[in-house]
């Protein structure tokens, strides 16, 4: 079945840092992905939506400055969290879609990045 | 817009019983519905989905949902659960209408699955 890869799974990092998480569909052209941001016990939150040659889409109250997405390939969607702080800590998880197989296709998830901001 | 409620924010369950996890949705136009499972500090795997065609749809790891268009409710069920089952489901929709399918999710049910 289709495989997304996130990388890293777990960064810890001081204050001020800007970290850049990659996302990969490894057997499929993802020409959607999808960030989620997902707090202890709680649901996941897209955060923006990113087409492959533009300009992502941001969800209501998410910072665009903050977290940079960036969607070069087919097969690549990075988020860049810049300068970041302790508030910024969670758990990220990017999905992926192939929208050639037509509508309804489901998203295929990362296992995810726990972001430590000491 | 839609919005996704998962009804037990918990369930617990001693193993070989059977388990209903169910989920119910408002949406002004006709969805797609899914179902994700997510195992500790990872990603989210898929269960099953529900385009269209019969209403009772089945899955991996032996998992069955029902989508029931008068009560807006997709309620997954398993006959009988093993240890191996305690996680959290996510219960979601996506608007037919759109192509990007954007995923509203509901808040988790965690399923715990005692000896």
């Known amino acids: 079945g289709a495989v997304v890869s996130q990388h890293p799974s777990r960064v810890i990092c001081k204050s001020g840092t800007s970290v850049k998480i990659e996302c990969r569909s490894l057997d499929f052209q993802a020409t959607t992905m999808f960030w989620y941001r997902q707090f202890p016990k709680q649901s996941l939150m897209l955060m923006a939506t990113s087409n492959e040659g533009s300009k992502a889409t941001y969800e209501q109250g998410v910072e665009k400055d903050k977290f940079l997405i960036n969607h070069a390939s087919l097969t690549l969607s990075t988020l860049t969290v810049t300068s970041a702080h302790p508030e910024d800590s969670s758990f990220y998880i990017c999905?992926?879609?192939?929208?050639?197989?037509?509508?309804?296709?489901?998203?295929?998830f990362g296992d995810g990045t726990r972001l430590s901001i000491l | 817009a839609q919005s996704v409620t998962q009804l037990d924010s918990q369930v617990p369950v001693f193993e070989e019983a059977p388990v209903e996890l169910r989920c119910n949705y408002s949406s002004s136009v006709s969805v797609y519905l899914f179902w994700y499972v997510q195992y500790p500090n990872q990603g989210l795997q898929l269960l099953l989905k529900?385009?269209?065609?019969?209403?009772l749809v089945k899955g991996i790891n032996g998992f069955e949902a029902e989508f029931n268009k008068s009560q807006t409710s997709f309620h997954l069920r398993k006959p009988s659960v093993h240890i191996s089952d305690t996680a959290e489901y996510f219960c979601?929709?996506?608007?037919?209408?759109?192509?990007?399918?954007?995923?509203?999710f509901g808040q988790g049910t965690i399923l715990t699955v005692h000896p």
């Open positions: 999905s992926a879609r192939d929208l050639s197989l037509g509508a309804g296709q489901p998203q295929h």
């Open positions: 529900y385009l269209s065609g019969s209403t």
């Open positions: 979601a929709v996506s608007d037919r209408g759109t192509s990007y399918g954007k995923l509203t």
